[in-house]
């Protein structure tokens, strides 16, 4: 079956910092790769999503580039701000359009 | 374009009742699921539908009932709610991703459930 695993939060920053949050997937066939977020007391928000292998996915200044070679998608953004701290969470797709997501790793980010 | 409506936003029940989250989209979209979210667990499928008339089991189907007579609707229902259903549930719609690669899921705002 397909399954996401991300690592473990919270991670905390101090502005400007450089964000790595890692993500590695096990699916059958050849899924496509999303990394959502959620703002406290929200719902969840498409950030970026990536559909063949080396697809980079870009938006707000997060990257996340599909590794086929290391079944990776992890997400990066060079400096980080206040109003990044949210949960982030990395998921998959395949077969009828269902998401398999990781558990979520929550980012706080401190001026 | 109202996208992915969930009803109600919030709610409390008592062990034992029932109830039904209601979730509605307006662009004609094939697929539909529901999800709930736990602390530490992510969100986790509970049951989706494919197309009207069409629906079937997530990972977390248990304790949960759906039905799928519009393409719009895609209720569900709680037959006797228990403290381990207290969650926050979204609702989502797509069309097939597979189709275009410029599709996506749209969630709805969500539902914070208690059950006490």
């Known amino acids: 079956g397909n399954s996401v695993t991300q690592m473990e939060g919270p991670v905390t920053l101090s502005e400007e910092a450089f964000l790595t949050i890692n993500c590695t997937y096990t699916a059958t066939g050849y899924p496509s790769l999303f990394w959502y977020v959620q703002y406290p007391g929200e719902g969840l928000q498409l950030l970026l999503k990536a559909t063949k292998a080396d697809d980079k996915g870009s938006n707000k200044g997060f990257e996340a580039t599909y590794r086929k070679e290391t079944t990776s998608f992890h997400l990066e953004k060079g400096s980080v701000q206040v109003s990044d701290s949210a949960v982030y969470f990395c998921a998959l797709i395949t077969g009828y359009s269902t998401l398999t997501f990781g558990k979520g790793t929550m980012l706080l980010v401190s001026p | 374009n109202a996208g992915v409506t969930q009803t109600p936003k919030f709610q409390v029940l008592k062990t034992g009742q029932s109830m039904t989250l209601q979730c509605a989209q307006d662009m004609n979209h094939e697929y539909m699921s529901w999800y709930r979210q736990d602390p530490g667990m992510g969100l986790r499928l509970i049951h989706y539908s494919v197309g009207a008339g069409i629906t079937d089991q997530g990972e977390v189907p248990n304790g949960y009932n759906v039905s799928r007579s519009t393409t719009e609707d895609f209720p569900l229902r709680l037959l006797s709610a228990a403290p381990s259903q207290t969650s926050v549930y979204f609702c989502?719609?797509?069309?097939?991703?597979?189709?275009?690669?410029?599709?996506?899921?749209?969630f709805g705002e969500g539902s914070w459930l208690t059950v006490v």
């Open positions: 989502a719609s797509s069309s097939n991703l597979r189709r275009a690669s410029g599709n996506t899921i749209y």
